[in-house]
C-alpha cells in the first residue's frame, strides 16, 4: 500500500451558534450567564486516507462541512475529536488572502509564506521571478497587498502556493475568483502538479473539475460522509440526490397558486403550464420537446398585446427572450380569455435548474399589462457532460477523412 499523505480518522468539528449574546459586563452580571446558544456540529465522525500522489475531490452542498475539514488537515481550524495526521510539506490556497499580511507588499509576502513553510530566504529568492510573472503583478509587486483587488490577491495566492514546492496541495473553491485566462492556467498548472505526482485535495461545486482533476471523491452531507469512492460514481449518486431533493422542492412550488391579481387595465394571467414528451412536467431532459402554456382573461378583447416568456438560470440571469409576433398579434383581437402556447421542438439547455418570467405587454406603449418574474423553476437534466455552458447549439463538425484509426487500451 502507499505511503499516505493525509490520514483523518473521525474528525469532528464543533462551533456555537449563538442565539443571544451578551453585549456587555453588566448584562453577563445580572443574567448570569454566557449566552444562549447552541452547538452545531460542520464535521461529524470523517475518516478518509489519502495517499501519496492522490488527487481526492471533496463535493457537497454549502453547509456540508467541505471547507472546515480542509481547513481543519491545514491545521487553521483544532478538530474537536479525532485525529489528523500530514506528512510532507503542505500548501493551502483556501480563501483569497489567507496568510497575507495586509501591510506587507506584495513581494515581502512571498518571502513570509515560504518561511511559514520553512523554507530559506536563499530560495524563495530564486523562484521570486517565476511567482511574480505567474500572478502578472510585476508592476504592483512592491505595493502593499491590502490595495490588491481580489483577482490580484487570487493569482498570487495561487502563484505561491504552486512555485513553493509543496507536497500536498488543498485548494478550497477559489479558482473561481480568476478570470477564464487565469483560470485556464491555474488548471494547467494543477494537471502538472498531479503529473509530478504530488498529493491534491480539491474542493469545488464545479462538478466536472473535480471528473477532471480527481482521482477519487469524498461526499459530505451535513458535515457527515455520505460516500467515499470513484469519481464517476460518487458524482452519479451526488447529483441523483440533488435531483430528488430538487424534485421535492419542485412538487412543493407546483402547488403554489400563480398570482391571478388584475394588472393594468385588469388584465390577469391566469394559469403557466409546461407539458412535456410525457404530458405536464417541471423536470425535462436536454432535448426533449417542451410546450409552455399561459393562460390570461381581460375585461374586454385583448388588442395590440405582446406575449413574452424569457427564461432564466438559476441565479436569475436572463437566458433567453421569445416574444409573439408583433405582425401577428398587433391589430389582432384576442378573446377576453385563451391561452397562448410557446412551443419548443427541443429544449436548448444544459444541466441546471431554470425559471421563466412570462408578460404581456401593450406593443403601442411599451407598457406592461401584467408581468409575473421568475415563476415555474424546471430542472434540465443533460446526458452528455461534455458540452460545458447553459445552451446546446445545432451543429455539426467536419472533420478530414480517416485513414486509420488509434487503437485504444
Same mark, same amino acid.
Given at each position: 500500500m502507499a505511503n499516505l499523505a493525509i490520514q483523518i480518522k473521525n474528525v469532528s468539528k464543533r462551533f456555537r451558534v449563538y442565539h443571544q449574546r451578551n453585549t456587555s459586563l453588566k448584562q453577563a452580571l445580572v443574567d448570569r450567564q454566557r449566552g444562549r446558544f447552541e452547538e452545531f456540529w460542520a464535521v461529524s465522525d470523517v475518516s478518509v486516507d489519502v495517499p501519496e500522489g492522490e488527487s481526492l475531490g471533496i463535493i457537497g452542498e454549502n453547509g456540508s462541512g467541505k471547507s472546515t475539514l480542509l481547513k481543519c488537515v491545514a491545521g487553521i481550524l483544532i478538530q474537536d475529536k479525532g485525529t489528523i495526521a500530514v506528512q510532507g510539506r503542505l500548501a493551502s490556497l483556501l480563501e483569497v488572502g489567507a496568510g497575507f499580511h495586509?501591510?506587507?507588499?506584495?513581494?515581502?509576502?512571498?518571502?513570509?509564506?515560504?518561511?511559514?513553510?520553512?523554507?530559506?530566504?536563499?530560495?524563495?529568492?530564486?523562484?521570486?521571478?517565476?511567482?511574480?510573472?505567474?500572478? &502578472?503583478?510585476?508592476?504592483? +509587486?512592491?505595493?502593499?497587498?491590502?490595495?490588491?483587488?481580489? #483577482?490580484?490577491?487570487?493569482? @498570487? =495566492?495561487?502563484?505561491?502556493?504552486?512555485?513553493?514546492?509543496?507536497?500536498?496541495?488543498?485548494?478550497?473553491?477559489?479558482?473561481?475568483?480568476?478570470?477564464?485566462?487565469?483560470?485556464?492556467?491555474?488548471?494547467?498548472?494543477?494537471?502538472?502538479?498531479?503529473?509530478?505526482?504530488?498529493?491534491?485535495?480539491?474542493?469545488?461545486?464545479?462538478? &466536472?473539475?473535480?471528473?477532471? +482533476?480527481?482521482?477519487?471523491?469524498?461526499?459530505?452531507?451535513? #458535515?457527515?460522509?455520505?460516500? @467515499? =469512492?470513484?469519481?464517476?460514481?460518487?458524482?452519479?449518486?451526488?447529483?441523483a440526490e440533488v435531483d430528488r431533493r430538487e424534485a421535492a422542492e419542485l412538487e412543493v412550488t407546483e402547488i403554489a397558486e400563480v398570482d391571478t391579481s388584475p394588472g393594468r387595465m385588469g388584465v390577469r394571467i391566469t394559469a403557466i403550464d409546461f407539458s412535456g414528451p410525457d404530458g405536464p412536467t417541471t423536470v425535462l431532459n436536454t432535448g426533449d420537446p417542451l410546450t409552455i402554456s399561459v393562460g390570461y382573461a381581460a375585461p374586454e378583447p385583448l388588442r395590440g398585446a405582446r406575449f413574452s416568456i424569457t427564461f432564466l438560470r438559476g441565479d436569475g440571469a436572463p437566458i433567453l427572450t421569445v416574444p409573439t409576433d408583433d405582425l401577428e398579434t398587433g391589430d389582432a383581437a384576442l378573446p377576453r380569455e385563451g391561452v397562448v402556447r410557446l412551443a419548443l421542438p427541443g429544449v436548448p439547455f444544459l444541466e441546471g435548474f431554470y425559471s421563466v418570467t412570462v408578460d404581456i405587454t401593450e406593443i403601442a406603449t411599451g407598457q406592461h399589462y401584467k408581468r409575473l418574474e421568475r415563476v415555474r423553476p424546471f430542472r434540465v437534466h443533460s446526458a452528455d457532460h461534455r458540452e460545458v455552458g447553459m445552451a446546446l447549439l445545432g451543429h455539426s463538425w467536419e472533420l478530414p477523412q480517416v485513414t486509420s484509426r488509434v487503437a485504444r487500451r
Open positions: 495586509p501591510d506587507f507588499t506584495g513581494r515581502e509576502n512571498i518571502y513570509l509564506n515560504g518561511a511559514i513553510l520553512g523554507l530559506p530566504r536563499r530560495y524563495i529568492t530564486t523562484i521570486l521571478d517565476d511567482i511574480v510573472s505567474f500572478a &502578472e503583478l510585476e508592476q504592483f +509587486i512592491d505595493n502593499p497587498v491590502k490595495t490588491y483587488s481580489s #483577482g490580484m490577491y487570487m493569482r @498570487l =495566492g495561487f502563484a505561491i502556493a504552486v512555485n513553493l514546492d509543496p507536497d500536498i496541495m488543498l485548494i478550497d473553491e477559489v479558482l473561481a475568483v480568476g478570470d477564464e485566462a487565469f483560470q485556464r492556467r491555474c488548471m494547467e498548472r494543477i494537471n502538472a502538479i498531479r503529473a509530478e505526482g504530488r498529493t491534491l485535495v480539491f474542493v469545488s461545486h464545479a462538478l &466536472e473539475s473535480v471528473r477532471a +482533476i480527481c482521482d477519487r471523491c469524498l461526499w459530505l452531507d451535513h #458535515g457527515a460522509a455520505r460516500m @467515499l =469512492g470513484g469519481v464517476d460514481s460518487v458524482l452519479a449518486a451526488y447529483l
